[in-house]
Structure formats: C-alpha cells, structure tokens
C-alpha cells in the first residue's frame, strides 16, 4: 500500500471518478483501529461514494501504517500541508473533501488555505461558533478510554493541544470568507453537549440552528437529520444521502 513520500502518511484509493477526500475519521486502517464490529459502516461510506467518485483514505494522525506527524509538530499549518502532499501522491489535484469533527475542523482550514478543494462538507462541527477553547481546554486533560481508542500511546494525546493551540485567536469568519467552494454542513438534531474530561462541550445542533441563517447567505447549505446525535456519521444509510445529493449535484 502506498505512503506519500513527501509526508510519510499511508493512504488508499477506492473506485474511479471525481476525486475525493475522505478524512478523519474515516481511516485507511478504519477496520483495524476501530475493529471489526465497526467495518461495516467504512465500507459502507466506500460503497456509497465510490460508484462515482475515486476515493482517497489516510492513516491519519500518527495512526494506523502511518507514523507522523509528531505530536509537537501537528499545528494546523503542518495538517494542511501534510493533507495536500497526500492528496498530490494519490493524483488529486483539485478534490472534494469530506470530514467530520475533527476531519471538518481540517477540512475548513484547508478550503480556506487551497483553491484546491473544489467542494466542502463539513460534519458534525459548527463553521461560525464552534467551540475550539472548549475543545482545547478538553485536551489539556488526561485523555479519556474513547480517545486512547485511536492512539499509540497517551503521550500522543498532546498532538490534540498542538493542534488546537495553532488555531487560538483564529477568526471564523475570515477563514468562511476564504472558502470559494460549495459547502454543506450537517449534523444530527440532537447533537447537544457531550461529557469529555468533564467538560460539556459540542453545542453543535443548537449553534448550527442559531448561525443557519448567516451560513445561507453565505451560500452554505445546512442540513439537521432528525432523530439523531453527535454518532450519526455511524448511520451511513442516514448521511449519504445528505453528502451525495449535495456532491451530486456540483460540477467538481
């Protein structure tokens, strides 16, 4: 399986069409970290985009066949990088990317960063009122059971502040006015606060509903699937849908 020489992230591609960018948490060892009681729902996510579209998959971050970046390396300046250097090994040039949580925060800053994301969707986050301090603060704490679920070790938990430490002062809406391309974002309808290290956070319904009109101006399409909360990206037969009658409908 091929590793980008210029970053040393292992990826995959599946199918043919219209390039296609994956991202976390959807990894190209999803079966392996998450076992395979959960295999079911990546190669569902697989089934349903790659009759049309060639999709990319990665082991990423520090996860999985790949083994970078370093913890104190992982700014977001690093991930962007690191993203269109991937992208570039697997042949994409311009590609469409889809993340959720921290996949989307990625996947925000790097349509702000490269006219190469040619269509956005964002899930499970908020563009405008998103808690990055909450999330920082989270980080900070010892990491939970969940979180080690996808680490090597907990010394890596600290790649998380790096991260989120890189985006302290950041203005939302600066970065939404970078972003040329079409742009969905989604979430379920009972997506309210989740408990991490004590810290209630994820206010994503209730954010998204109170920025939706903003977001529509912004030529942003909003989409809440009832009866749902923050692990609807669990429910693939629910949200592809939602990610293909929006991608379906661009001339990517």
């Known amino acids: 399986m091929p590793h980008d020489p210029g970053s040393g992230v292992h990826f995959e591609v599946h199918g043919e ?75 994409f040039d311009r590609f469409a990317w889809v993340g959720y949580t921290w996949g989307a925060v990625v996947g925000l800053q790097l349509a702000a960063r490269s006219p190469r994301v040619s269509g956005l969707v964002v899930g499970g986050w908020s563009p405008i009122g998103a808690q990055y301090d909450d999330m920082l603060h989270a980080v900070r704490l010892p990491p939970t059971p969940h979180a080690m679920a996808v680490l090597r070790d907990a010394a890596q938990y600290a790649q ?24 969905l974002v989604y979430n379920g309808a009972n997506a309210e606060p989740d408990v991490a ?28 699937i009832p009866n749902a909360d923050n692990n609807v990206l669990m429910q693939p037969d629910r949200v592809l849908p939602v990610v293909r009658r929006f991608l379906d409908g661009l001339s990517l």
């Open 17 to 91: 069409g219209v390039p296609l960018v994956l991202g976390f948490p959807h990894l190209a060892s999803f079966r392996e970290v998450f076992g395979p009681a959960a295999a079911p729902v990546w190669q569902a996510w697989l089934d349903g985009l790659t009759d049309r579209y060639r999709v990319l998959v990665m082991d990423y971050p520090n996860i999985g066949k790949s083994h970078v970046p370093l913890p104190g390396e992982m700014t977001v300046e690093r991930v962007s990088a690191d993203m269109l250097s991937v992208a570039s090994a697997a042949g």
């Open 197 to 224: 290290g004590g810290v209630r956070y994820l206010r994503i319904a209730r954010t998204n509903r109170l920025h939706r009109l903003e977001l529509e101006r912004m030529v942003w399409v909003v989409e809440e």
């Open 160 to 183: 998380w502040t790096t991260f989120y430490e890189s985006l302290t002062g950041m203005d939302e809406r600066e970065i939404l006015a970078r972003i040329r391309c079409p742009a």
